[in-house]
């Protein structure tokens, strides 16, 4: 008769112990939205989102947080605490550099824990719907590689995405830069720009200059688009003053050099 309550009493024992899981709750849902994101002051500001997300723990065993997974490199989580008690909390605090793009973003990051046995982890969405008033596309002119005396050229598009007209009231190009149109320039509400700038290869060398933009409203500080490109000479050669950098390639792939990004212009104190 001692049998079944030896059963009975082992059974006992082991059920809490099997019950024993911890239980990742994102607190808020599985999908954060920044919603609406205005920027006014520069169409070539670059911009990070940032906010704080909580984690709970909402079941009855230690949570331990083993690593979370971004789904691009625009994505930066940042976890206070990887290991949560039962009903303890943490916070997650995530960047999401959407750089100079516009319109609906969506990104995604994983979160893996104990609380997934199958190891699948959770996956937490990032979205945003960035308007710029102004855009410019692509973000600076690229000029083509040439030979002394020829021409080099390159297009950018400005659009209006507002809902009222804005007007261009200079256009300032600059170290031998040329452009094909002139302020003032009125851009009514849907109404797109093309501007072509273009730079004589006089000698050889890598160039640089800009176009400088300003717009008839205080929320905008004057920005500028860049220009850059290479003049060969006449036989192909490059300026032997300038320290050529070799890309770096590999059995997989070749990676190639590129000019470097232009700086991003200073926001209006």
Not at 59 to 78: F, Q
Not at 85 to 91: A, F, H, R, Y
Not at 119 to 126: A, E
């Amino acid at each position: 008769m001692k049998r079944p309550f030896s059963l009975l009493a082992a059974f006992l024992l082991v059920t809490p112990l099997a019950l024993a899981q911890p239980k990742l709750e994102i607190v808020g849902g599985e999908t954060y939205d920044w919603g609406k994101v205005v920027v006014k002051n520069n169409p070539l500001k670059l911009v990070t989102l940032e906010s704080e997300v909580t984690l709970k723990n909402t079941g009855n065993k230690t949570l331990i947080i083993d690593t979370i997974r971004v789904g691009c490199g625009c994505t930066t989580p940042t976890l206070e605490s990887k290991v949560i008690e039962p009903g303890k909390s943490t916070k997650l605090r995530i960047g999401l550099n959407v750089g100079l793009n516009s319109g609906e973003q969506v990104k995604n990051l994983t979160i893996y824990s104990n609380a997934d046995p199958q190891n699948t982890g959770r996956i937490m969405y990032l979205k945003a719907n960035v308007v710029r008033p102004i855009t410019v596309q692509p973000s600076s002119f690229t000029m083509p590689e040439i030979k002394v005396g020829e021409v080099a050229r390159s297009s950018v598009t400005l659009k209006n995405n507002d809902t009222r007209p804005y007007t261009i009231s200079m256009l300032f190009p600059t170290k031998g830069i040329t452009i094909d149109k002139h302020a003032p320039i009125t851009l009514n509400p849907g109404d797109t720009l093309q501007i072509t700038a273009t730079f004589e290869g006089k000698e050889r060398g890598y160039y640089n200059g800009n176009v400088i933009i300003k717009i008839d409203d205080p929320d905008y500080v004057p920005f500028e688009i860049a220009a850059y490109g290479n003049v060969k000479g006449l036989d192909g050669s490059d300026d032997p003053s300038v320290i050529k950098i070799t890309p770096v390639s590999s059995t997989n792939k070749k990676e190639s050099a590129t000019a470097p990004a232009p700086e991003p212009p200073r926001r209006k104190k």
